[in-house]
């Protein structure tokens, strides 16, 4: 494991370590042998899961090298695919312990034993931005211009570093104390992928979620992953403001016609003109998509500078009807959480 904070220890035998204590036995001082686990002996206190998936899961813990909570995902080495432990696993901690954003997950210290890697992360505690979805339905624009614009300034960080996500998601948005969005989960990053001489390196690798990957993704052809990320934080503003995803990921076949066409909005929630002309700039194919200056720049992110949002007059484009908008609302969707490659 690449990096200063990884810590390997070898010599564990079911990840415990031994630590003296004294006994006092018919007044005869004893020292006998207490197992301390071995995120114990770097200060840690696993408390409830909050995640969990098929090789990896996320505890709190306590801290008190920090002084706080945390967030700790404990990955199994057993259970994990090769690639991903050699490939990703390392690539996922070299970008972020080089990232420092109001709106990232902060990256603390990651651990590893014979049996596991423990990544040790700060505590959203207010869950994700999909809970908070399927709690109110849908966002008001007051709230999802917020959102969405510390999404926006996190992933121009990450990107004018060199670093693309590549599964930007309403999962992967967590919240703080104060509300406010932190991206997590770099599992499918990829770092030093800044331009050189004015070109930008390709991906070929097809990683994320179906209803949230572009278009050039869907096809499998090698893509700009920059502009995909755009992409994805198109759909997370649909998702906000609707609450509902704009393309149906249950057929990969329509799914591929619809990222192909105009994106539809539905009759309910009316929604203002501006943020539909934005949503519609992103959604959009790759030679005219929005770029990050253009979305900060937008309108409907800069409300004082724009004449006032109307809304809409009831003829929305391709409308869906109430019965619709209820099949395919965001909080009945299961998402993939990696592609199998297309071929």
Same mark, same amino acid.
């Given at each position: 494991?690449?990096? #200063?904070?990884?810590?390997?220890?070898?010599?564990?035998?079911?990840?415990?370590?031994?630590? #003296?204590?004294?006994?006092?036995?018919?007044?005869?001082?004893?020292?006998?042998?207490?197992?301390?686990?071995?995120?114990?002996?770097?200060?840690?206190?696993?408390?409830?899961?909050?995640?969990?998936?098929?090789?990896?899961?996320?505890?709190?813990?306590?801290?008190?090298?920090?002084?706080?909570?945390? %967030?700790?995902?404990?990955?199994?080495?057993?259970?994990? #695919?090769?690639?991903?432990?050699?490939?990703?696993?390392?690539?996922?901690?070299?970008?972020?312990?080089?990232?420092?954003?109001?709106?990232?997950?902060?990256?603390?210290?990651?651990?590893?034993?014979?049996?596991?890697?423990?990544?040790?992360?700060?505590?959203?505690?207010?869950?994700?931005?999909?809970?908070?979805?399927?709690?109110?339905?849908?966002?008001?624009?007051?709230?999802?211009?917020?959102?969405?614009?510390?999404?926006?300034?996190?992933?121009?960080?990450?990107?004018?570093?060199?670093?693309?996500?590549?599964?930007?998601?309403?999962?992967?948005?967590?919240?703080?104390?104060?509300?406010?969005?932190?991206?997590?989960?770099?599992?499918?990053?990829?770092?030093?992928?800044?331009?050189?001489?004015?070109?930008?390196?390709?991906?070929?690798?097809?990683?994320?979620?179906?209803?949230?990957?572009?278009?050039?993704?869907?096809?499998?052809?090698?893509?700009?992953?920059?502009?995909?990320?755009?992409?994805?934080?198109?759909?997370?503003?649909?998702?906000?403001?609707?609450?509902?995803?704009?393309?149906?990921?249950?057929?990969?076949?329509?799914?591929?016609?619809?990222?192909?066409?105009?994106?539809?909005?539905?009759?309910?929630?009316?929604?203002?003109?501006?943020?539909?002309?934005?949503?519609?700039?992103?959604?959009?194919?790759?030679?005219?998509? %929005?770029?990050?200056?253009?979305?900060?720049?937008? #309108?409907?992110?800069?409300?004082?500078?724009?004449?006032?949002?109307?809304?809409?007059?009831?003829?929305?484009?391709?409308?869906?009807?109430?019965?619709?908008?209820?099949?395919?609302?965001?909080?009945?969707?299961?998402?993939?959480?990696?592609?199998?490659?297309?071929?």
């Amino acid at each position: 494991m690449p990096g #200063p904070d990884i810590r390997a220890d070898e010599n564990v035998h079911g990840e415990m370590s031994t630590a #003296p204590t004294a006994n006092v036995h018919s007044g005869v001082e004893t020292k006998t042998e207490r197992k301390l686990t071995v995120l114990e002996t770097h200060g840690y206190v696993l408390g409830r899961t909050i995640g969990s998936g098929s090789y990896a899961t996320v505890k709190v813990a306590n801290s008190d090298r920090h002084n706080c909570q945390v %967030a700790i995902k404990i990955i199994s080495k057993f259970q994990a #695919p090769g690639d991903y432990l050699k490939k990703f696993l390392p690539r996922e901690i070299e970008v972020v312990k080089g990232l420092k954003h109001e709106n990232l997950i902060r990256f603390l210290q990651a651990i590893e034993t014979t049996h596991r890697v423990y990544i040790v992360m700060e505590y959203a505690e207010n869950g994700s931005l999909l809970d908070i979805i399927r709690k109110d339905q849908h966002i008001d624009e007051s709230r999802g211009r917020r959102w969405f614009k510390q999404l926006v300034e996190a992933v121009d960080y990450c990107h004018e570093r060199g670093v693309v996500h590549r599964d930007i998601k309403c999962e992967n948005l967590l919240m703080d104390s104060s509300l406010n969005i932190k991206l997590s989960d770099f599992g499918f990053a990829r770092g030093h992928m800044k331009p050189k001489n004015g070109v930008y390196a390709l991906s070929e690798t097809f990683c994320g979620s179906y209803a949230y990957a572009s278009p050039e993704i869907l096809k499998g052809v090698p893509y700009r992953p920059q502009d995909s990320d755009i992409w994805s934080m198109g759909v997370v503003l649909y998702a906000i403001v609707y609450g509902r995803l704009p393309f149906d990921d249950t057929n990969y076949t329509q799914l591929l016609k619809q990222v192909q066409n105009k994106v539809s909005f539905p009759r309910e929630p009316k929604i203002s003109t501006e943020c539909r002309k934005l949503i519609t700039k992103i959604l959009a194919p790759l030679k005219i998509r %929005a770029k990050i200056p253009q979305i900060l720049a937008d #309108p409907w992110l800069n409300p004082h500078q724009s004449p006032k949002d109307e809304e809409l007059d009831g003829k929305p484009d391709n409308a869906t009807s109430k019965e619709d908008i209820k099949n395919v609302n965001i909080g009945t969707v299961t998402f993939d959480r990696k592609f199998e490659e297309i071929k």
